[in-house]
DNA sequence: GATGAATGAGGGTTCATTCAT
DNA sequence: AATGAATGAACCCTCATTCAT
């Protein structure tokens, strides 16, 4: 029933190669940002010509939406799983703020989509990316009106410690290197305990 | 004397000009970012056109490049004279802190353009920017480091804390809008306050 | 043997139409110089437009640069015939004289392109064509050093010799009307018969 | 009479100005090529602006123009002294044959504007340009007639002679170098003892 | 006479996008 | 489903030219 038609095996091939082109894209714009990344190299990392992108992608535009989707889809995801697991809601912030600078670091680019949308995205596909955004934050919101509520944390403005808690996060691709001093794990450490002496 | 004042005069109205087309471009370039901002834009702004720019910049990586310096110079002015003033490494923090907020939201558009510099300028340029990228931030890490020696702060990285609070305050610029609950003046109390205990 | 005649007429489509926007070049460069011929005019001559001839050439440098090459490549083709085919030093270059004549005469908008290869290339491109100037060169300095070893030519200063050989061939171009008084046969009679004057 | 009025105080003091200005142009050209030298270097060359040069010249073209002017003046002044200084007529194209390398070397950019005036003027101005050109060339027209005339000289068609004659002198300024293996000297007699061979 | 400043036309180049095949 | 080829709009930049002062 689920996959019995030709159409869906189609389909299926196609979402494929739907992916295949946005991981490609997403490598490309980790590389060079966005605007720098243009469809030829995107399609070359695949040995495809520019001209069949617009088979699977409307334009650029949709292209780079896809990719957003994508990785903030995967993102969320970790999160709700994190949000389930964990007990405490330090536990749970300690373990989102690791998701984050993950995500942050090594989809760099992709993941950046979601600071300056923007500049971006024309209206049209403002909206939707915006709503994945919020989506994406409310789970912080959630933990920390959690903790608050439990007394686990004793800050008063959740929204505003949650914009300094991602914010801080934020910054950390502008400056992180990979071979620098510190390990990722350092840094999700560090983090979490300094956030956290805001939170309590 | 009489040579000294019209070499004064006329490089005061280059000066002048320069500043006007700088204001311009750090306004266009906030509204579309680097590299969506074009010259031509630029300078209608300016009632002027396209080629006038490049009697005051060598190019428009020139022009971005002083941008960037007019503002920081500002600010690095502002945070001096606060390190100077003040008493208590505490006062002075909150009150560089208050000086960044002011900066990131007021100023949005050209503090804005300290975020990216590395997919803005060529190598030749990407130096000096840096340097005064890290004179402002050395403000802040001087007295994070007073502060911890002289036992008001506690924390052991100090870099490190320098880096989350400032990527916290270059947040605020992403969320913030004038007429929004919070009056600047709370935003400036209530992230000083956050970020306070992280030190403490 | 599929494959390889499939690769062969779209590596022949494009080598066709590359030849056919370097005639068009030639052509431009000829009537305003190469520093005037605009991309613009070479693509109209084509009708096509400016941005299609970058996906054949590189840059404008590249396309003045394949110019030269194909040409130059032809005319070597024909010296190196005649310098197989006759008997006597003598009886070599007057035919040789012949073929750059033609080529000065009939081929003059592309032969032009030898003249100034300094102001029109980079150093990069420079280097392979004066590599390929002097081959072309060294094919009139082996019959003339032949000559003077078999004692058919007299001369001393066998480079010098074949510089003014060419320099004076060049020149025709200047002056030569198709529908002049001389014909072309009588023109390379007559050069032939006043520079092996000079080296007999 | 001849410098009294006032009028002719400052029309000297123009002409000074205009020749000081040619100077520089020819200079510029020499070395960049007429295409490539600007109307800003040629000023600053001077140490005055862009702008003071429409004083003195209508555009570009007219200093170009005159440039040519001045540098063909000169050139047919040391022609006509030759003619008349000099007793055989073997005597005479030696030393024409010398003044052309000198100029052709030395002054390259601007003496090259003799080669290809199409390129470089409008329809205007070429005429003049032709005419000059044509009273320069008259010069060895008429050595080589006279030579002829007088049994000197062998050859039949004077024209094509001096076509050829000065066209392997034009020909030196594409590859001469002040420091290579010959002097100036050197090349004016190598030169003329193999254009005589030609000619008797 | 000279200059500073501005202009505008044009050139080279890039690149997302289209479309016939 | 994919490609090769072409397009055209947009961009940066140069430079001869103008003109008020």
Aim: hydrophobic residues 40%.
């Amino acid at each position: 029933m689920q996959g019995g038609s030709i159409l869906t095996l189609s389909e299926n091939k196609i979402r494929k190669k739907k992916e295949e082109i946005i991981l490609s894209a997403v490598k490309i714009m980790n590389e060079k940002g966005y605007q720098r990344a243009t469809m030829e190299e995107i399609a070359a990392e695949l040995q495809m010509t520019k001209g069949s992108l617009y088979y699977y992608f409307k334009n650029k535009e949709d292209l780079i939406f896809q990719c957003h989707e994508l990785v903030l889809e995967q993102a969320i995801g970790e999160l709700r799983e994190v949000f389930h697991n964990c007990i405490s809601n330090e536990a749970i912030l300690r373990q989102m703020i690791a998701v984050h600078i993950k995500y942050a670091v090594l989809e760099k680019e992709s993941f950046n989509m979601i600071i300056k949308p923007d500049e971006t995205f024309s209206t049209d596909q403002l909206h939707p990316i915006l709503k994945k955004r919020n989506e994406y934050a409310s789970w912080f919101d959630r933990v920390i009106i959690a903790g608050i509520d439990c007394g686990e944390f004793s800050i008063k403005e959740s929204k505003m410690a949650r914009m300094l808690l991602l914010g801080s996060l934020n910054w950390i691709q502008q400056w992180y290197k990979k071979d620098g001093e510190n390990s990722l794990l350092e840094l999700q450490n560090i983090y979490s305990d300094y956030l956290l002496k805001v939170m309590k």
